[in-house]
């Protein structure tokens, strides 16, 4: 089946600095991408949608300025958490479709849990 | 708003026993509704809904929608100690085939 990369699968890092989240389609090729975000106990939240080529949808809520999305080829999208804070520490999870861009066909990435001390 | 509300929020069981997890929502432009479960890390997909009354069935697992009362169920029986696992409702909805909105998701806990 289809398999999505995160990486790094962990992060730790000082306050202010700023992290970079990779997710890869492994055999087969995304035009979008959708980035999520998990606190504790709570639902997956959608934060934006990466497209190739082009410039990432977020959502409402969410600082496109802040939250820097580069979909720089058909099977990379990045997000990077830019001046991050304590706040920003969440589970983060990205996702792809294959076949047509169905729901059901969307793949999950293992997550990247960042802590942001 | 559109939102998804999953229950209960958390369910202790032993092995053996059938269980019933509750999906509500309420949604603009509903495409379908998705089940997954998640295990320490990414969700993986369970079953997709889109018409209602018409049961999905995998294995142990079934789940069904109903339109009219905007909700699903999914039915785990015989539960094993390897079904425990957070189970995540979500709606795809709006414009995009990609919109996902997930409930809070069900934990559930099988006991030996």
């Known amino acids: 089946g289809a398999v999505v990369s995160q990486h790094p699968s962990w992060v730790i890092c000082k306050s202010g600095t700023s992290v970079k989240i990779e997710c890869r389609s492994l055999d087969f090729q995304a035009t979008t991408m959708f980035w999520y975000r998990q606190f504790p106990k709570q639902s997956l939240m959608l934060m934006a949608t990466s497209n190739e080529g082009s410039k990432a949808t977020y959502e409402q809520g969410v600082e496109k300025d802040k939250f820097l999305i580069n979909h720089a080829s058909l099977t990379l999208s990045t997000l990077t958490v830019t001046s991050a804070h304590p706040e920003d520490s969440s589970f983060y999870i990205c996702?792809?479709?294959?076949?047509?861009?169905?729901?059901?066909?969307?793949?999950f990435g293992p997550g990247t849990r960042l802590l942001v001390l | 708003e559109d939102k998804v509300v999953q229950s209960p929020l958390s369910l202790v069981v032993h092995e053996g026993d059938t269980v019933t997890l509750n999906c509500s929502y309420e949604?603009?432009?509903?495409?379908?509704l998705l089940w997954y479960k998640q295990e320490k890390k990414a969700p993986t997909f369970l079953f997709m809904l889109?018409?209602?009354?018409i049961e999905k069935k995998s294995g142990r697992l079934s789940s069904i929608l109903d339109k009219k009362e905007l909700s699903s169920i999914l039915n785990i029986t015989a539960t094993q100690t390897g079904d425990s696992a957070i189970y995540l409702c979500?709606?795809?909805?709006?414009?995009?085939?990609?919109?996902?909105?997930f409930g809070k998701g069900t934990k559930l806990s099988v006991k030996p």
């Open positions: 949604v603009t432009n509903f495409r379908s």
């Open positions: 889109t018409s209602s009354g």
């Open positions: 979500a709606v795809n909805y709006g414009g995009s085939q990609g919109n996902l909105i």
């Open positions: 996702s792809a479709p294959t076949a047509g861009g169905r729901a059901e066909t969307q793949y």
